[in-house]
């Protein structure tokens, strides 16, 4: 497909969006702003809640494609992650279908997948079409993200990249990290494949660094063209000195979700 070149990031206050703010330009694209939280230094961003149709519906006006990371991105109620993360994104895709927006690049999350083992030393990489297996509503609502899209490809033509993102953040943290960790500048080379990749339906890919310790399969992101460049690998000294290898025992570090797998239920739900 044509390079989109005006491209409405959602969710461009948080820290993925921060980042991306930063890279994507460099790839020539216009980037329009919204959030429900204000953004300092960007006049022009749209501040607005994903629950505002009528917002919505003029912020995806006139875009070419869309790169929707708002939402919560944690655990948290249930009530709160369906008026984001559920109705959310469900009023996205809806202003993009009246105004013809034919791509969106959607955030979705390991945590769709997080009660799924992890693979030890010598086992076969995590495939993408594994079931999934979410490990909190806010999994859960990644796993009905990536059914809307479906449902948008097979019923009204309108293209979806989910990308279940590891971990992106300017350094891996924790010695889990070094598997699932996306470096900025792969997030943005991904992303910029998603936009610009022909003919993708709805298609579902992992997004992770070329990690030494990787857990899953990036095949399907390379058919997209993506080719990463970075390797968590540079800070396995550092993080396994501090906090020792992942022991298989530990049921956070069982399970590709970590902590989410064991941190107490949201009350009140
Ligand atoms: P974040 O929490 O820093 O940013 C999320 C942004 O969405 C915030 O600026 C927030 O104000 C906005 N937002 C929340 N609810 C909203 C609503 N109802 N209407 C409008 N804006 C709303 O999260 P982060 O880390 O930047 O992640 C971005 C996206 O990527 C999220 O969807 C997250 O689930 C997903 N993701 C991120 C990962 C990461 O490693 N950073 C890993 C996996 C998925
Ligand atoms: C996510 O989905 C979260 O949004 C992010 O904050 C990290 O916790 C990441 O997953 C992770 O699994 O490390």
Redesign the pocket.
Known sequence: MPAPRTVLL?????????LMRGLLPAYGYELRL????PIEGAPDAIT????DKEALREAVRGVDAII???????ESSFDKIL???IE?TYNLYEAALEEGVRRIVF?????AIGYHPRPLPGDPLIPIDTPRRPDTF?GLS?SFGEDLAQLYWDKHAMETVSV??????MEPTSVRMLSVW?SPGDGARLLHAALTAEEVGHTVVY?SSDNTRLWWDLTTARSLGYEPQDDSEQYAEKLVAEQGELDPDNPDHAHLGGHFVTDPPVWPY
């Open positions: 959602t969710g461009a206050a948080g820290g993925l969006g921060t919204f959030d429900v939280a607005a809640d994903l629950g929707h990371l708002a939402g919560i991105s944690l008026r984001a993360n959310g955030a979705s999350s390991n945590h806010y990644k279940r993102i590891g971990s992106c953040f996306m997004g």
